[in-house]
């Protein structure tokens, strides 16, 4: 079931980055966005390693202050309709 819900994530991301890319520049997004998209296939890997040597609420913590600021940074964009 996870593998479904991340295969979706992707294709939707792609079909996204694809619609709001200009179509110069399509190419040069479409890569940002794969890279950072395996990146977070880490992420499971990451939080589980990172709960063996400490608490198990110390990387979801960390994991949800890092999503907040990322939230927080991309409102005034997305009101502005550059997202």
Known sequence: ???????????????????????????ALTSVFLALAYAGFAAPFLVTAAADRTSAWVPLAVAGALSGLLTVRLVRPARLGRM
């Open 1 to 27: 079931m996870f593998g479904a819900g991340s295969g979706l994530c992707l294709a939707a991301g792609l079909t996204l980055t694809g619609r709001l890319a200009v179509p110069t520049r399509r190419g």
